[in-house]
T-cell receptor, first 114, second 114 residues
Framework: EPEVTQTPSHQVTQMGQEVILRCVPISNHLYFYWYRQILGQKVEFLVSFYNNEISEKSEIFDDQFSVERPDGSNFTLKIRSTKLEDSAMYFC????????????FGPGTRLTVL | GENVEQHPSTLSVQEGDSAVIKCTYSDSASNYFPWYKQELGKGPQLIIDIRSNVGEKKDQRIAVTLNKTAKHFSLHITETQPEDSAVYFCAASRSDIYGNKLVFGAGTILRVKS
């Protein structure tokens, strides 16, 4: 069964550094998402992406964040200058479109900012 | 903004007993309600979902009920087994907007004691 994959599984970085989190959504899916989960808290929506552009973003998704689908298979989340409070689990999800509501989640990348 | 409240935060049951988790949503335009199971170190996995034109849906030992008037929906797990132990999240979404975000509840830690 096709799955969403994410790399790396764990990323440790110094405050102020740039990080890129990578996702490979399920093939032929049309909608892509990033969510984050700070330890012990809710899963929070960051951004949705469709047809090569952002369709919606949350207040969390400020100018430090960007998303890209560089090559038709990968979907990336870049944090330009990481802060301590960016430490969280980041989940990528995809949705096939065509009237289907289901979002399929990847296993996540644990980001630790020191 | 949209909000989803989930109760209880933790739930311990004996193997074979039933477990019920309840959620309340604030956005009356929400019409899609998925439930996700998250095991340690993994991403959320969809276990069942319901749309607002249906009051109840069942899949083997799992059922979900929806009360649109009260803006409540619940997950029912019967004949619980140790492998049901996990964190369960409810979510709400407006599927009239393609690719719309999921708003998650805070999660319920379910422990099934054998």
């Amino acid at each position: 069964e096709p799955e969403v994959t994410q790399t790396p599984s764990h990323q440790v970085t110094q405050m102020g550094q740039e990080v890129i989190l990578r996702c490979v959504p399920i093939s032929n899916h049309l909608y892509f998402y990033w969510y984050r989960q700070i330890l012990g808290q809710k899963v929070e929506f960051l951004v949705s992406f469709y047809n090569n552009e952002i369709s919606e973003k949350s207040e969390i998704f400020d100018d430090q964040f960007s998303v890209e689908r560089p090559d038709g298979s990968n979907f990336t989340l870049k944090i330009r200058s990481t802060k301590l409070e960016d430490s969280a689990m980041y989940f990528c999800a995809s949705n096939p479109g065509s009237g289907t509501d289901t979002q399929y989640f990847g296993p996540g990348t644990r980001l630790t900012v020191l | 903004g949209e909000n989803v409240e989930q109760h209880p935060s933790t739930l311990s049951v004996q193997e074979g007993d039933s477990a019920v988790i309840k959620c309340t949503y604030s956005d009356s335009a929400s019409n899609y309600f998925p439930w996700y199971k998250q095991e340690l170190g993994k991403g959320p996995q969809l276990i069942i979902d319901i749309r607002s034109n249906v009051g109840e849906k069942k899949d083997q030992r799992i059922a979900v009920t929806l009360n649109k008037t009260a803006k409540h929906f619940s997950l029912h797990i019967t004949e619980t087994q140790p492998e049901d132990s996990a964190v369960y999240f409810c979510a709400a979404s407006r599927s009239d907007i393609y690719g719309n975000k999921l708003v998650f509840g805070a999660g319920t830690i379910l422990r099934v004691k054998s």
